[in-house]
């Protein structure tokens, strides 16, 4: 690769990204603290200190030993949330208990960083988008740290930033006519996330069964070596509080998912306020969310409604071409899936902020900023004082008027990909 001036002044964009984050983003890690306590409490032979303890719905809070454990060793009393990944990664995680957990973190923050940073690029070698670099990457940067879908990921240290990057991987590897890799790609992500295994069928739909092979074998082989190394036992505890997950409706300013909003509009009365662990603070004056369990014909209609949905952008799938599938349908599909799913945060929408720059390309300039700007600004940071004013108004009597506007945010930005995927196919269809 020759530098260019853009390519050069892509790199400097990245260079500032990353330094931006130790100057004015301090991190509590509260989400990688979670992957590195599971470790410590397997390693020590507390097995039962992994998970949460499983109630009537899904409450959020980590297993009763972890808070006194950080009280104790490292003065915390920040932000604390549970593990709820496979056993695999708690058990790898049990590698690094004997280092200082701040240390760790500071690690991880350079390796989040520069993974966020490589997931931009991905997405653009996915698109092979004739925009500028530099334009590309300083759009797809604004559209990450102008609000809660990347920044949040960073002071959490979220694993999702890793499974974001995994999930671009794949289709950049597509493009680049490595199937095997991009197989692979997808089901480590799988095992991270379990949802990624919804994208192995629009491998199957997009004609790229080398890749669907690679999933299923690497899949295969990642799953028998978590149950041969952590045991049954943990494995049926993590199925338990995956269903428990889906049985129950969380809510919070960044749920950005139709149950939520579901939640939040139409069963008030039965959220249940469930305070945060810390202390209040300025950014955070009253920690907490709220919760309730999901009724079971709720539960069945949304599952219904994602399957449709799947259905629907399996058979597109079938019908573009490799362009269109890898830098449209792609993150269109990781949009849906986590707008239908339970308990889906802003960082779930990475991806689709690392590839909205293609819409310039795909829609063109005065349509494709229109689907960028509404949605970016909907949720735009410096808004949410006053979403917060808004907070129990007779104009909007509702709990998190930002989720409300990040969830609509996010219905716009499919729509425009939505738009991009039906014009590339009528593009496709005259040239028949």
């Not at 240390?103 to 004739?130: D, E, F, G």
């Not at 199925?239 to 919070?252: C, G, H, K, Y």
């Amino acid at each position: 690769m020759s530098f260019t001036p853009s390519r050069l002044a892509s790199l400097i964009l990245l260079a500032g990204f990353l330094g931006s984050f130790y100057w004015f983003f301090p991190t509590h890690s509260a989400d990688l603290m979670a992957t590195w306590l599971a470790g410590n409490f397997l390693a020590a032979g507390q097995p039962d200190q992994v998970y949460p303890t499983l109630t009537e719905y899904f409450q959020m809070y980590p297993p009763d030993q972890w808070r006194p454990f950080m009280a104790q060793e490292y003065k915390y009393e920040g932000p604390m949330f549970p593990y709820l990944y496979p056993p695999l990664w708690a058990k790898l995680a049990g590698w690094f208990v004997n280092i200082n957990f701040w240390r760790l973190s500071a690690v991880a923050l350079v390796i989040n960083s520069a993974l966020l940073m490589a997931t931009i690029l991905l997405a653009y070698r996915a698109t092979r988008t004739a925009l500028n670099p530099a334009l590309y990457v300083g759009m797809a940067l604004f559209f990450l740290l102008s609000n809660f879908i990347g920044t949040v990921a960073l002071v959490e240290n979220q694993p999702q930033i890793f499974v974001s990057f995994l999930l671009v991987l794949t289709m950049e590897r597509i493009r680049n006519n490595a199937p095997i890799s991009a197989g692979a790609a997808l089901a480590i992500a799988a095992a991270i996330k379990i949802y990624p295994v919804i994208f192995a069928l629009l491998l199957i739909f997009g004609r790229e069964r080398k890749a669907f092979a690679s999933f299923v074998v690497f899949g295969a082989a990642l799953g028998l070596l978590s149950l041969m190394w952590a045991g049954w036992p943990l494995h049926k505890t993590f199925l338990e509080l995956t269903r428990l997950i889906s049985a129950s409706v969380l809510v919070a300013s960044i749920s950005f998912n139709f149950d939520a909003v579901i939640g939040q509009v139409f069963f008030a009365d039965h959220l249940v306020w469930l305070p945060g662990l810390e202390a209040p603070t300025p950014a955070s004056p009253s920690p907490g969310w709220y919760s309730m369990a999901r009724p079971d014909i709720w539960r069945i209609l949304s599952t219904f409604a994602l399957l449709v949905a799947i259905a629907l952008l399996s058979r597109v799938a079938s019908r573009v071409d490799r362009s269109t599938f890898a830098s449209v349908l792609w993150p269109l599909a990781m949009m849906v899936v986590a707008l239908f799913s339970p308990i889906a945060w802003s960082i779930y929408y990475i991806p689709a902020a690392c590839f909205a720059p293609v819409l310039i390309e795909k829609l063109g300039p005065k349509l494709g900023t229109v689907f960028l700007v509404l949605p970016f600004g909907l949720i735009f940071s410096p808004l949410v004082k006053y979403y917060r004013l808004m907070r129990d108004t007779e104009y909007l009597p509702v709990h998190y008027p930002y989720q409300l506007a990040g969830v609509l945010a996010m219905v716009i930005l499919a729509l425009g990909f939505a738009l991009a995927v039906r014009k590339s196919l009528q593009i496709e269809n005259q040239a028949l």
